[in-house]
């Protein structure tokens, strides 16, 4: 299934499908404002996944600052927002980022009619034609993911990373550790290339055109396997997502990504 949907194409679905809405805004400035503005106003039956809260496991010496939720966690997750086999998830933010790790998270759990709606909510609104502070409430289900593990890049998998092989979702600056707001060593991981996720993405928060991705990932489409990290494990489902929409599907996450590496004292890092 193609990993994304646009406002117009909302409006072809037969209505008595079965779609979940799911709102994931979030600020890595403010953990407040996802409940925040959701409370403030939501696509109707929308419900709410905060990504620290659900999108993320527990914080820990390892695993970086967003780790991935247990199996066991994501699995209770899903049940309580009522998901099942045959439901549509759309899946929106204020942008990109944040739909994307949570598109990511449930192509993991195995559902496959999973998508991020281009644009985020201002998208949606365009299609819904309001927004409601009315909170759904779906009978908790008896889902039972099937975990695709081969979408995940362990810590010995990056260690042994060739270089062509492992990619740096992160900008410029903070993979050449010319400017490092967040974490506690500049730098990128060795033998990793850049490969920006803002560039995959436009201002309105829709992908690039199909072309300008082929273009952006030449060098990455004929890699087998590759691996992609960022800051921790959030803004590199952006680029997994791009692939994805080219027809790519072997890309694996590193979860904890960089913060996670640097977590470990004896793992070396390049300017």
Known sequence: MF???RAQELKQIVHTESI???????SLNDASYGKYVYRKGHLPNAVFLDLMEDLSGPLGEHGGRHPLPSKEAWTITLRRIGLKK???VIIYDDGFPFAARAWWLFKW???ERVVVLEGG???GITYCGETTTDVPHY???DYT???QDHMIATLDEVKAASSGSLYDSRTEDRFNGSHEPIDSKAGHIPNALLCSYAEAITELGTLEDFHDLKEMYKDVLPVENPIFYCGSGVTACVNILALHALGKDDVRLYPGSYSDWISYPENEVHP
């Open 20 to 26: 979940r809405f799911i709102d994931c805004r979030y």
């Open 145 to 147: 993911p099937d975990f």
């Open 139 to 141: 009978p908790t289900s």
């Open 109 to 111: 759990a195995g559902h």
């Open 121 to 123: 909510i201002q998208s």
């Open 3 to 5: 990993p994304t949907m």
């Open 86 to 88: 045959e439901d549509l």
